[in-house]
C-alpha cells in the first residue's frame, strides 16, 4: 500500500506568500524576491512529503491554480494582453484587475470552488484566444523538485472541468473549443515525456455533480484522444467533494492509470466499488482521510475500508479526499492551545502523519499497536462531551418549536400598523464604516493596552456617532454599527461555549486572502448576552425604530470547523436554540425589528441537485425558523443573504417565514426578480439598490433608476431601499454620500406613489 496526496497548502506557515504578494503588489519587493518566499514554500512542502510515496509539484501557485491553468493554455482576455505587462504582471492584472495609469481594467470574477470557502478565478474564453502552451510554470516546478532530490507527480486542472467552468465571452462554446484543447493538453504531455514526468494527476472535481449525457459524451471524447498520446507517463483521474455515481463505470474503461475517489464526501463511493469493482490493471488513489476537516482520522474507521479493498485485491494508494489548502498548516503552532485539545486535531502535516501511521499500521495486526490503540481512544473521549442540557433541548424540540404562531399575512399587517413605516422604508444591512479609530481599540484591548470599560465605551460613543448620522441622513428603520465585531462568525463564537479559536490556522480564501475558521469542539451553549447591550444603547439613543444584528445558525455553521461525532443538523439546531434565546432577549428589551444574517446559507447547497433538499434544506430551513419561531407578532423578523441567485430555492427561502430579505443584488443583472414575481414571494424584499465595494457614488438619480426597474418586478407595497452588505468596509466619506442620496431616492419615489 502506498501513500500520496492531491495537494499542500501553499500560502506559507506564517502566510509569507500573501506578505510578500501584497508587497509585490504595492511595489515593494521585486518579482524575484518574491520568487524565492515561494521557492521557500515549494522546498518545505516537498521535504514534509518526503515519506509520502507520492509528492506533488505545480500544486503552488501565486494566486489561484484555476488561473494557472488559464494562464498556461493561453487563455487570457484581450483586455489582459493589450496591456502589454510581464508575464506575471498580466497573470496578476487578471487576478486583480489593473488601475494604472489612466487605465482602469476588470478582474476576473470570483467564484466559490465546488462547497469549499475557497474561490477561483473564472477565467473568460473569447471567440479569438488562441489555445497554445504559454507557461513553463508546471515544467519548471517539477524541474526545481527534481533538482532537490524529489521526483514528483504534477498536477493540473483536468480538461473536462477546465472546459466546464470557463466564462464562454462570445459565440463560440465548449464545443468549438475542445479540439484545441485537446491538443494543448497533448502538447502538455509530450513537453512533459521530454522532461521524463511519470505520474500527472487531472483534477476533475466537475465529475460529482449530476452529469448529463452530453457531459458524459465530451468526457469520454477528449480523454479518449488525450489518453491515446500519454505514452510513459502514468495519468491519474483525480476527483473530489463527492462520488462519481454517474459515470463510474466509463472511468473504468478508459485507458487511465489510476482513479482519486472520495471515501469522505463521497457517500456512495465505496457502494460503487463494491456493487462495479474496480478493474485489474489500475489503481484506486483511496481518500480515506478528511481534506477538509480539521478532526483525527479515525484509524479504526479507515483501516476497515482498507481491509476491504485488499479483500478485493484491488491495487490501492491512500490519501487525503481533497487538496489539503482548505486545512491549516500545522496545529503545533497553536501554542496557546492546551493539549487536551490539540490531540484531537490534525492539520495539513499532521494528516502527513496520518497517512504514515496507516500505511505502516495496515501492515500490522494493529490492534494491539499503541499508535492505534491511542488513536482510537481519543474517539472514546469525545463521547464524555456531551452537554445535558442542550441534549434534552434538543430532544424535546417539537413540530410547533419551528412555527410562529401568527400567519405571514397577519403579522404584516399588524406590524404595518404598529411600525408605521413609510413606503419604501430606507435601512442599511448592519455594519458601518470600520474606520482606523475602531480597528486601533480592538487592537488594544485584544493586546490588554485598554480595559473592557475602555474598549466598551468608545464602542458606545461610535454608536451615538452611528445613531446621529442616520438620524441626519433620514434613515427609516437604524442599526448599532456593530463597531463590536471584526467578523460576523467569530463574534458570536466567542460569546458561545463549545466554540475554540486558533491563532495560526489560516486557510486560504482566494489569492492574497485567508480565513480562520473558528472551531464546533462541543455542544453549543449561550451562556451570555451576546448583542443585546448594544442594540438596547442603540435604542435608548433615539426614537426612531432600531434594528438588531445577529449572525444565523446556517452561516455560523458553515463558517467554522464542524464536529464529526454529531451531525451538522444536530450542530446547527444547537446554534439555532443559542441564538433563539437571543432573539427573545433583544425582543423583551423593546427590539421590535431584528434581522438575522444568513450571508452563507446558499453556500453549502450539495453540490448534486438531488441532494438539495434531502441533504441540506431540509434542516437549514427549519434552523433558521427555529431561531425566530417565538417571536411576537409584531416583532418583525429581517433576514440577508450575500447574493441574489436563488432562484432555484426561491421557494425554500420563502420558506424561512422571514418578514423582510435583503441581498446583495447590484452586482448581479437581477434575475431573481422575475421569479420572485413567478412565485408569488410574499417576504418583503430588499435588493441591494448600490455597489458598495467601489467609492463611487451613486447619484440619486441612479439609485431611482435602479428602483423603477426593481418596481416593474416587486409589488410596491412589500420594497425596502437599502444599499448592499459589507458597508464596514467602505471609508466614511463615501458611505455618508451614497446614503444621503438613497434616502433622497427613496422620498421621491414615495412622493410619486402616494399621490
Ligand atoms: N450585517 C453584516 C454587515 O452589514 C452582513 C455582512 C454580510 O452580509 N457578509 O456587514
Ligand atoms: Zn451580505
Redesign the pocket.
Known amino acids: 500500500m502506498k501513500t500520496s496526496i492531491i495537494g499542500f497548502p501553499r500560502i506559507g506557515e506564517n502566510r509569507e506568500l500573501k506578505f510578500a504578494t501584497e508587497k509585490y503588489f504595492r511595489n515593494e519587493i521585486k518579482f524575484s524576491e518574491l520568487e524565492n518566499v515561494g521557492k521557500e514554500i515549494r522546498k518545505n512542502a516537498w521535504q514534509n512529503q518526503k515519506d509520502l510515496d507520492y509528492i506533488v509539484s505545480n500544486d503552488f501557485s501565486y494566486y489561484d491554480l484555476f488561473l494557472d491553468t488559464a494562464f498556461t493554455f493561453n487563455v487570457i482576455a484581450k483586455r489582459y494582453r493589450q496591456l502589454n505587462l510581464s508575464a506575471i504582471d498580466t497573470y496578476f492584472a487578471m487576478a486583480r484587475g489593473y488601475q494604472k495609469d489612466g487605465l482602469d481594467v476588470k478582474a476576473l470574477s470570483m467564484k466559490k470552488w465546488f462547497n469549499t470557502n475557497y474561490h477561483y478565478m473564472v477565467a473568460e474564453i473569447e471567440d479569438d484566444t488562441e489555445i497554445k502552451l504559454n507557461s513553463t510554470k508546471a515544467f519548471d516546478q517539477y524541474k526545481e523538485a527534481k533538482n532537490l532530490g524529489f521526483e514528483t507527480k504534477s498536477t493540473i486542472v483536468g480538461i473536462f472541468t477546465f472546459l466546464k467552468l470557463l466564462d464562454y465571452k462570445g459565440e463560440k462554446n465548449i464545443n468549438d473549443f475542445k479540439d484545441d484543447f485537446v491538443n494543448a493538453y497533448i502538447s502538455y504531455i509530450e513537453k512533459f515525456q521530454e522532461l521524463g514526468l511519470k505520474t500527472l494527476q487531472f483534477e476533475e472535481a466537475y465529475l460529482v455533480y449530476d452529469l448529463s449525457k452530453e457531459d458524459i459524451d465530451l468526457f469520454k471524447e477528449v480523454y479518449q484522444k488525450i489518453l491515446a498520446k500519454k505514452g510513459s507517463i502514468k495519468i491519474i483521474l483525480q476527483t473530489y467533494f463527492g462520488d462519481v455515481r454517474d459515470i463510474y463505470q466509463q472511468l473504468q474503461e478508459l485507458d487511465f492509470d489510476g482513479i482519486g475517489l472520495d471515501f469522505v464526501e463521497g457517500r456512495k463511493t465505496l457502494d460503487l466499488i463494491e456493487k462495479y469493482g474496480f478493474v485489474k490493471g489500475k489503481t484506486l488513489f483511496a481518500g480515506l482521510i478528511n481534506g477538509k476537516n480539521i478532526w483525527r482520522n479515525s484509524y479504526e474507521k479507515t483501516l476497515g475500508i482498507i481491509e476491504k479493498l485488499k479483500e478485493k485485491e484491488i491495487d490501492f494508494v491512500i490519501q487525503a479526499s481533497s487538496s489539503l489548502i482548505h486545512v491549516p498548516y500545522r496545529v503545533d503552532f497553536e501554542d496557546e492551545l492546551d493539549e487536551k485539545y490539540k490531540k484531537h486535531f490534525a492539520f495539513a502535516y499532521e494528516k502527513l502523519e496520518e497517512l504514515n501511521d496507516l500505511k505502516k499500521l495496515a501492515d500490522l495486526d494493529y490492534k494491539e499497536d499503541q499508535n492505534f490503540i491511542k488513536n482510537k481512544k481519543l474517539f472514546e473521549d469525545r463521547k464524555n462531551l456531551c452537554d445535558r442540557d442542550v441534549k434534552e433541548r434538543i430532544e424535546n424540540l417539537k413540530d410547533s418549536d419551528f412555527i410562529r404562531s401568527d400567519s405571514f399575512e397577519k403579522r404584516e399587517e399588524i406590524q404595518k400598523e404598529e411600525l408605521n413605516l413609510p413606503l419604501f422604508p430606507t435601512t442599511?444591512?448592519?455594519?458601518f464604516p470600520q474606520t482606523l479609530d475602531v480597528k486601533r481599540n480592538r487592537k488594544r484591548y485584544k493586546n490588554g493596552q485598554i480595559s473592557k470599560e475602555e474598549y466598551e465605551e468608545f464602542n458606545y460613543k461610535k454608536i451615538e456617532e452611528c445613531i446621529r448620522l442616520q438620524e441626519d441622513l433620514g434613515l427609516d428603520v437604524l442599526?448599532h454599527g456593530?463597531y463590536e465585531r471584526n467578523d460576523?462568525v467569530e463574534y458570536f463564537g466567542e460569546h458561545l461555549s463549545g466554540y475554540l479559536f486558533t491563532k495560526k490556522a489560516w486557510v486560504q480564501s482566494y489569492g492574497t486572502r485567508c480565513v480562520k475558521p473558528p472551531i464546533i469542539w462541543s455542544d453549543i451553549k449561550r451562556e451570555e448576552e451576546i448583542t443585546v447591550k448594544w442594540s438596547s444603547y442603540a435604542k435608548s439613543l433615539t426614537k426612531k425604530p432600531i434594528k438588531g444584528?445577529l449572525?444565523g445558525p446556517v452561516t455560523i455553521l458553515n463558517w467554522s470547523f464542524p464536529r464529526e461525532d454529531i451531525s451538522v443538523k444536530e450542530s446547527t439546531y444547537q446554534i439555532a436554540l443559542a441564538i433563539r434565546d437571543e432573539v427573545l432577549e433583544l425582543e423583551k428589551s423593546g427590539i421590535n425589528i431584528i434581522?438575522i444574517?444568513e450571508?452563507?446559507l446558499r453556500e453549502k447547497l450539495p453540490l448534486r441537485k438531488s441532494d438539495w433538499f434531502s441533504q441540506y434544506l431540509d434542516w437549514a430551513i427549519p434552523a433558521f425558523r427555529l431561531v425566530h419561531s417565538a417571536c411576537k407578532v409584531n416583532t418583525q423578523i429581517h433576514t440577508?443573504?450575500?447574493y441574489s441567485e436563488f432562484t432555484d430555492i426561491i421557494k425554500s427561502i420563502d420558506q424561512m417565514d422571514a418578514d423582510v430579505i435583503s441581498f446583495?443584488a447590484s452586482r448581479s443583472n437581477l434575475e431573481i426578480l422575475d421569479s420572485l414575481k413567478e412565485n408569488n414571494f410574499r417576504t418583503q424584499v430588499g435588493p441591494g439598490v448600490y455597489d458598495i465595494h467601489s467609492p463611487r457614488v451613486p447619484s440619486v438619480e441612479e439609485i431611482e433608476n435602479t428602483l423603477r426597474k426593481i418596481l416593474e418586478k416587486v409589488d410596491y407595497k412589500k420594497l425596502w431601499v437599502n444599499p448592499d452588505?459589507?458597508?464596514?468596509?467602505r471609508g466614511e466619506e463615501e458611505t455618508v454620500k451614497a446614503l444621503h442620496n438613497l434616502v433622497r431616492a427613496s422620498k421621491e419615489l414615495r412622493d410619486e406613489y402616494r399621490k
Open positions: 442599511t444591512i448592519g455594519s442599526v456593530e460576523m444584528m449572525t434581522q444574517d450571508a452563507a440577508h443573504m450575500c446583495e452588505c459589507g458597508l464596514k468596509t
